[in-house]
């Protein structure tokens, strides 16, 4: 390999073509003397003969070389030179196309930064957006739920001071009710009393006139006939004051409290003494009724009263003293045959449908609300071409439905529309309402004057007939299972008897009341809650309260 000669150690070479050469061979020491074009390689005389003198190999004089390709460079250098100021420009302008492209790049930078920073605010916006919504519908919920709360809490509080004043007044009126019995019977104890003291003051006197007139046989003789009758007068009247002692005693130990609970609403009142039925209100029925006919008692003051021309429904309030309000329209070929109330909202009628041909009663209960909109209807088995069906309730809040002439007798859970019994008559058949005694037993009118009591297995308890009673009608006071019978006596005259569930006649005519000209059937008498008798000539609603009497 070829190297530049030490400084100092240079060998004089003879010159040739006019150049200097101070070039040696790295391994030999000895000056370059060729230039191998096979291996690119300068080589001194030593390497040429024994490394490079067969071909491939090709050896130039290197001075040749050396001018050869110094000629070359020196044709170059106007290109170099050339390229030289290029490569400046170029250096300028790719200077100005750095910068112009920084600048460029920086304007689509800065615009991404614009766009994506309008993107961000634009996210942002609508992020804070949707979180001043959800923020808003929170807050309104929240409103919406407290306003409910706040409502709910007031309905509570309104119906809690409702039910309140509504058992204050109950016991107010029994309480009064209690303070009229009270009265009665001290003004009575007073009035005997009195009466008995008269007799202490009066038998003293006695005493004392027989001994006077004891001690003159003329007095004796003429005053002892009137002494003698004075005693038996006194003797007479300390009986009947004693009688009376015992009545009153008797009647008081008859007053008895009776409470319950149907549906959750509580009921109390003073009963168990027959007294005295008085008058103290009457309600006309409006002439748009045509026909009017009680289908019963919803409540303690709603008579639900049906036109029997077009079945059109009406209900009286008898408490606010209301006329009649239709609530349910009629028609020609459906009508309610009785209503009573399952509970505080809902009311369960009976109906009768003209034509009806089903294998199964299933319009002929209806549960409604108080507002009279459809609940549902309830579905019983249909037996016989008569397909009219009576509904009361009993104290469970258990339906009890009868299809008339048949002898089954159903009791139906109204929760989930099942028969959980069926009571079986036997030899009789139904041929009116049907109404539920406390003890559970049932009230069926069996004919036209005559009613059977029932036990829950079918057993007949009681058979209540009488031939005054020429076309009847019987209404149950559920809690104390008195049954009072409203009848048509064979003249104009209607009359209530009150009977024992046992048949036994407690009091005749305790009502009576003139027959209407609007009167085409008989209605019942009803009994409320709260004690009152209402009864029903076609024209007028005549309502009753007892009196304790002595």
């Known amino acids: 390999m070829a190297s530049r000669f030490p400084e100092g150690n240079l060998v004089q070479l003879k010159p040739r073509k006019g150049h200097d050469m101070t070039w040696s061979c790295d391994k030999h020491g000895e000056p370059i003397a060729f230039y191998c074009k096979e291996h690119g390689l300068p080589v001194c005389d030593r390497c040429a003969i024994k490394n490079h003198c067969q071909k491939p190999c090709e050896l130039d004089d290197i001075e040749d070389v050396i001018f050869e390709r110094r000629r070359k460079l020196d044709e170059k250098r106007p290109k170099i030179q050339e390229l030289q100021k290029q490569i400046k420009a170029l250096d300028s302008k790719i200077k100005t196309a750095s910068a112009s492209g920084d600048t460029h790049l920086q304007i689509i930078k800065n615009s991404i930064q614009g766009a994506y920073n309008d993107k961000m605010k634009s996210v942002e916006e609508k992020g804070n957006r949707m979180v001043r919504m959800i923020n808003e519908e929170a807050d309104?919920?929240?409103?919406?739920?407290?306003?409910?709360?706040?409502?709910?809490?007031?309905?509570?509080?309104?119906?809690?001071?409702?039910?309140?004043?509504?058992?204050?007044?109950?016991e107010t009126k029994l309480l009064s009710d209690t303070k009229t019995i009270s009265e009665i019977v001290s003004k009575k104890i007073k009035d005997l009393s009195n009466k008995n003291q008269h007799l202490i003051n009066t038998i003293t006197n006695v005493q004392s006139t027989i001994s006077r007139i004891n001690q003159h046989e003329e007095s004796l003789v003429n005053e002892a006939p009137q002494v003698l009758a004075s005693i038996d007068e006194n003797i007479s009247i300390h009986k009947d004051v004693s009688d009376c002692l015992d009545r009153i005693q008797s009647e008081v130990e008859r007053v008895t409290f009776v409470e319950w609970e149907v549906g959750g609403e509580y009921y109390g009142k003073i009963d168990g003494y027959i007294g005295q039925w008085e008058s103290f209100r009457s309600i006309n029925i409006p002439s748009f009724v045509k026909y009017p006919l009680v289908r019963g008692l919803i409540g303690d003051d709603e008579i639900c009263v049906q036109d029997g021309y077009n079945k059109d429904m009406y209900v009286t309030n008898i408490s606010a003293d209301q006329h009649a309000e239709k609530v349910m329209d009629g028609g020609r070929s459906t009508w309610i045959m009785s209503c009573s109330s399952v509970d505080r909202n809902i009311i369960v009628c009976g109906k009768g449908r003209k034509d009806y041909t089903g294998g199964r009663l299933d319009t002929h209960i209806t549960l409604y609300d108080r507002q009279w909109k459809m609940i549902r209807d309830i579905s019983i088995p249909r037996n016989g071409s008569d397909s009219s069906v009576y509904a009361d309730v009993d104290r469970d809040g258990m339906i009890l439905a009868a299809q008339y002439d048949q002898s089954n007798i159903y009791i139906i859970n109204p929760a989930y529309d099942t028969i959980n019994n069926t009571i079986t008559m036997q030899g009789k058949k139904v041929r009116g309402e049907v109404q539920a005694l406390s003890s559970g037993d049932v009230v069926v009118k069996t004919g036209d004057n005559e009613f059977t009591v029932i036990s829950r297995s079918g057993e007949e308890k009681a058979f209540i007939h009488c031939h005054e009673w020429?076309?009847?009608?019987?209404?149950?006071?559920?809690?104390?299972?008195?049954?009072?019978?409203?009848?048509?006596?064979?003249?104009?005259?209607?009359?209530?008897?009150?009977?024992?569930?046992?048949?036994?006649?407690?009091?005749?005519?305790?009502?009576?009341?003139?027959?209407?000209?609007?009167?085409?059937?008989?209605?019942?008498?009803?009994?409320?809650?709260?004690?009152?008798?209402?009864?029903?000539?076609?024209?007028?609603?005549?309502?009753?309260?007892?009196?304790?009497?002595?």
């Open 470 to 550: 020429v076309v009847s009608e019987c209404c149950v006071d559920k809690q104390t299972d008195t049954l009072y019978i409203v009848h048509w006596d064979g003249a104009r005259t209607y009359a209530v008897d009150q009977m024992s569930r046992d048949g036994i006649i407690q009091a005749k005519k305790i009502m009576e009341y003139p027959r209407s000209d609007r009167s085409h059937w008989l209605s019942p008498c009803l009994i409320t809650s709260s004690g009152n008798l209402v009864g029903c000539d076609g024209d007028t609603l005549f309502l009753h309260k007892k009196a304790f009497v002595l």
């Open 140 to 170: 309104e919920e929240i409103r919406l739920a407290n306003e409910k709360r706040e409502k709910r809490i007031k309905d509570c509080n309104t119906e809690r001071e409702k039910e309140r004043k509504n058992i204050k007044d109950k």
